[in-house]
């Protein structure tokens, strides 16, 4: 069975870095694309971006300036950085695997259990 | 980016109603469209991907249908557990973009 867990500070301060890892277990990175997702309080998702094992990246073009993922194979894990964050950025972060159909469409079909960030002084 | 517009914003039903949940997109997306249940707390969890294939897992009192724009989610009987917001996600062209979802209420 596939799991994600995210794992990083709950609160950060404004105009500072937001930093979450994924942790994957019972599959192997090295397959898939793997995603970064955030819900704020009472709102849909917003998907942030993805990577494959190779490094490549897409981002959401609404916070590209301000995004990186990351991962290491070594340890099975993906991470996710956004840089200058405000209050606009507090939200539940997940991680999420996609799974692809058609060759070009895609679902997310395992997620972790989310972690609440909140941007605060 | 593809506007992905669901109706209702909510709705009440009681068990074993049929319900139809509906999304539109802002263009043509054939049939690259997923539907999620969300339940407070909880991550989003994929019912149907690619319109109308059941995801492994997923009861099948649930369905999917639809090309082009506009797309349903059925339920054949409501269940107790069935109550929970709903979101659509196009995945035709990035960025990937989701409905505001449809919360489903106990009547």
Known sequence: QVHLQESGPGLVKPS??????????GD???????????????KGPEWIGYIFFSGSTDYNPSLRSR??????TSKNQFS?????????DTAVYYC???????GTGSSFDYWGQGTLVTVSS | DVQMTQSPSSLSASVGDRVTLTCRASQSISRYLNWY????????????YAASSLQSGAPSR??????????????????PEDFATYYCQQSYSLPNTFGQGTKLEIK
């Not at chain 1, 500072?16 to 277990?25: G, K, N, P, R």
């Not at chain 1, 999420?96 to 058609?102: D, G, K, P, T």
Request: glycine share 6%; with cysteine; aromatic share 10%.
């Open chain 1, 16 to 25: 500072e870095t937001l930093s979450l890892t994924c942790s994957v277990s």
């Open chain 1, 28 to 42: 192997s990175i090295n397959t898939y694309y793997w995603s970064w997702i955030r819900q704020p309080p009472g």
């Open chain 1, 67 to 72: 995004v990186t993922i990351s991962v290491d």
């Open chain 1, 80 to 88: 996710l950085k956004l840089s200058s964050v405000t209050a606009a």
């Open chain 1, 96 to 102: 999420a695997r996609e799974s692809s159909y058609f």
């Open chain 2, 37 to 48: 249940q969300q339940k407070p707390g909880k991550a989003p969890n994929l019912l149907i």
């Open chain 2, 62 to 79: 649930f369905s999917g249908s639809g090309s082009g724009t506009d797309f349903t989610l059925t339920i054949s009987s409501l269940q």
